[in-house]
């Protein structure tokens, strides 16, 4: 069967009652698979994407589930890729401005949600985060020719349609090594960041 009216009421009620409990400061955890939201959450803040609050943000509900999201996907401008924004590795994005998303927003204003989203940055940073490096670092020759590979097919100094969103430093930036030390020192200096803003 393909999508029913029912099915939309369903969730249109869903989220109403999900929205209006967020509102009200009240629990979610019966509706929210809250530990899927905090790593979904926090991969997108530590990436600091564009898009956290604007698209290519899904949802999904499993029959007698909470809501879960997923996929993870469209990271294309994050990172500190992206010259038409605020792409350092500094700055609020997603957790406490209106404007990118209320969701989000008042996920974080519930203290429990709150302190978990902190404990697992905490967790990020000691225990994922040097594996990461060490990922890359240790495979920089596989990836070494991949990176010429994709290089050779779309150059970054050749933008289709006009919408060339490649920061100025990395405009010619050709060596997967610089690459790399430019991705390991934007992921340290937001986790960092975000550490030292975020208020225990």
């Known amino acids: 069967p393909g999508f029913e009216p029912r099915h939309f009421n369903f969730l249109k009620t869903t989220m109403e009652t999900v929205t209006s409990r967020l509102k009200n400061r009240q629990d979610v955890s019966n509706l929210i698979d809250i530990d899927n939201w905090v790593d979904y959450f926090l991969l997108q803040e530590i990436s600091k994407n564009v898009d956290v609050g604007w698209g290519s943000v899904y949802l999904y509900k499993a029959t007698g589930e909470p809501l879960r999201h997923g996929p993870l996907w469209d990271f294309d401008i994050s990172m ?29 204003q519930q203290p429990s949600i709150y302190a978990r989203f902190r404990q697992r940055l905490m967790d990020f940073e000691t225990r994922v985060l040097p594996h990461v490096i060490a990922y890359l670092t240790e495979n920089a020759a596989t990836f070494s020719a991949i990176f010429a590979s994709n290089f050779e097919k779309w150059p970054l100094n050749v933008c289709e349609g006009g919408f060339c969103p490649i920061i100025e430093p990395l405009l010619n930036v050709t060596s997967y090594t610089d690459h ?16 030292a803003n975020i208020p225990s």
């Open 80 to 108: 500190g890729l992206g010259n038409y924004f605020d792409s350092d590795a500094t700055g609020h994005w997603g957790w406490n401005e209106y404007y990118k998303n209320d969701f989000f927003t008042w996920m974080m």
């Open 180 to 195: 790399l030390e430019f991705l390991e020192d934007f992921l340290t200096d937001r986790v960092a960041w975000m550490k």
